[in-house]
């Protein structure tokens, strides 16, 4: 497995039912990845404002990790793990 | 009798031979003492709606606090209950939630030895504090992970936060907890299932199992823990203590380490029920004063109390290298960032610190500590630092080039304010307020957005994100 830092801002589609965001689809290099799968979510309260990460696997069988920042409500993509 | 105490019903006795064969390295077996396992869950109850969350418990047992007194010794009741939660392999746990594809395939944290490894690890025989080169030898097929103590911390506190809804006294370490149950039955019920429904709302919230122990003191909680792991829960009630404890090995007791093991084994005392023949001044002399220790939990007694503490006894941050460095830009550059990063959790926590210990490791394996105490308590990070790069430079006196490097900050005060000479006040004063606005940037934008000093060297040689340099072997410890 191998961790590849991305860190770029994303155009994400999401779901904000229920009080709980869930990501549905992300945009990257002009190529939509459908979200497949939410592996896990977390939070993180250590800043001014809070930061939700999600754990996607895309419809190519691809895990992603997003992040919404919670102060400017803006889309990250963090990472790409790969296999091998 | 199962092997699987999720399936036991409420109140299922479980004999702890039974559970100790579940546990290989488990060499003794315990009198048949009755342990009451995992409970089956009510009926149509909700995985938090058990917990009583929005309930007052601090309003009926007293409020959170490091200065009340331990519940028991309030109520002036014999019957105590503490409950030990452990997270079964914390780190590796996450990893697997966090990429399906590693679910039942054996994973390891760490870097240059194991931190944390899956059930599936374990099988091949791998365990926490293992080098990764034996580790690979063992299981090739191992996937090796450096570990992200960043998420790792983000589900504890996760965890935690739901520990809270049982009791208000919750003291709390990277991956395992101690909460004080004594007098919540009032609130909860029978604590036993009150714990089960705990562990069902920390599964479904976090997706990770937690290991349970109930004992009547911090000590045997834990100990009766060990024999349900993992996602199993146990409980162990006052009058079963001593025999549950006669047949265990002498290394399982609280306080007995490797050294200890040594010595007592050297007598033929292999056993915790062995050690009860040798009277407190045959341990005292021994062990000095934690022989008295050893003298009353080999009995079953420990009245350390649990508290949630609001300081932390200290504060650590240290990595090893990305490679093997004397390069004293490297080393200071490091030093400066890691101290940068203390300061700032001291800070975070409104406390200043005392004293300022430095800590190196060879390439060699040789490794050295010094430790010196600040003039007067300090959390602005060039006070601090000028005190480490001290201490390094003490220390850094042989010609190999260093592994790993940390610095660990305690003898923390509550104290914020920089106190100084009558004539250094200003300059204090102007070095918080830098202090203080450099938080607010890195609050905003990461610890990454500012870098200081000599940290500037790393740029280039260490990878860097938002929150900062990513270090090789982050402190994977509280």
């Known amino acids: 497995m191998k961790n590849e830092a991305l860190d770029e801002a994303v155009a ?56 919404l920042q919670g102060g400017d409500l803006l889309w990250w993509l963090d990472s790409v793990t790969l296999e091998g | 009798m199962t092997a699987d105490p999720k399936s036991l019903p409420r109140s299922a006795a479980v004999a702890g031979d039974a559970q100790d064969a579940r546990h290989p390295s488990a060499t003794h077996h315990t009198a048949p003492v009755r342990l009451e396992a995992s409970v089956a869950a009510e009926p149509g109850t909700h995985a938090t709606g058990g917990l009583a969350s929005g309930t007052d418990i601090a309003g009926m ?23 030990h939660l452990d997270i079964d392999a914390f780190f590796a746990s996450i990893e697997q939630l966090r ?26 025989g791998l365990k926490a504090g293992m080098p990764l080169g034996e580790a690979r030898r063992r299981c090739p097929q191992v996937v090796i992970l450096e570990g992200h103590a960043q998420v ?10 739901l520990c809270r809804t049982l009791s ?75 025999a549950f404890l006669t047949a265990r090995p002498i290394e ?91 300061c700032r959790a001291t800070r975070e926590l409104d406390l200043t610190v005392r004293t300022v210990s430095v800590r190196l490791r060879y390439s060699d394996g040789e490794s050295a500590e010094q430790a010196r105490s600040l003039r007067q308590p300090s959390a602005v990070d060039p006070v601090v630092l000028a005190l480490a790069l001290d ?27 920089e106190q100084g000479a009558l004539f250094d006040e200003a300059q204090a004063g102007r070095r918080a307020a830098l202090c203080e606005a450099l938080d607010r940037v890195r609050a905003d934008h990461g610890h ?5 000093g000599r940290a500037l060297h790393l740029r280039g040689t260490v990878p860097q994100d938002r929150h900062g340099f990513v270090l090789r072997t982050p402190s994977l410890t509280k």
């Open chain 2, 168 to 242: 208000p006294d919750v003291e709390t370490y990277l991956d395992e907890a101690y909460l004080e149950l004594t007098g919540t039955e009032r609130v909860h019920g029978d604590l036993l299932a009150a714990t089960a429904r705990l562990r069902r709302a920390i599964q479904d919230d976090t997706g990770l199992t937690v290991t349970c122990g109930l004992g009547p003191n911090r000590m045997l909680a834990k100990l009766v823990g060990k024999t349900v792991k993992p996602d199993g829960l146990a409980r162990l009630h006052e009058h079963e203590a001593e």
């Open chain 2, 252 to 342: 399982q007791l609280a306080g007995v380490g490797h050294a200890h093991a040594r010595t007592l084994r050297s007598m033929n005392l292999r056993s915790i029920g062995d050690l009860r023949a040798l009277p407190m001044g045959t341990l005292e002399a021994l062990f000095g004063a934690p022989g008295r220790l050893l003298y009353e939990r080999c009995r079953g007694r420990d009245t350390a109390p649990v508290t949630a503490r609001e300081v932390p006894l200290s504060i650590s941050r240290e990595t090893s290298f990305h490679h093997d460095t004397a390069d004293p830009r490297q080393i200071e550059g490091m030093l400066e960032y890691l101290v940068g990063r203390a």
């Open chain 2, 391 to 417: 201490l390094l430079r003490r220390q850094a006196t042989r010609r190999v080039a260093l592994h790993a490097v940390g610095v660990t900050l305690s003898q923390f005060t509550r104290d914020t304010a």
């Open chain 2, 152 to 161: 790792y911390r983000c589900f504890a506190e996760r965890i935690f936060e």
């Open chain 1, 12 to 67: 994400v589609r999401a779901d904000f039912q229920g009080g709980q965001v869930t990501p549905i689809a992300f945009k990257r290099r002009g190529r939509e990845h459908r979200v497949a799968r939410v592996n896990t979510r977390w939070v993180d309260r250590a800043g001014k404002h809070p930061r939700f990460y999600f754990s996607v696997t895309d419809h190519n069988g691809d895990v992603y990790q997003l992040q």
């Open chain 2, 61 to 83: 047992v007293g409020s959170a606090g490091a200065s009340r007194p331990p519940l028991h010794t309030q109520t002036g009741t014999d019957t105590r209950t503490v409950l």
């Open chain 2, 99 to 124: 990429d399906p594809r590693l679910k039942g395939r054996p994973v390891i944290v760490g870097a240059g030895v194991i931190a944390s490894c899956s059930y599936e690890a374990r099988r091949f």
């Open chain 2, 448 to 452: 990454g957005a500012v870098v200081s």
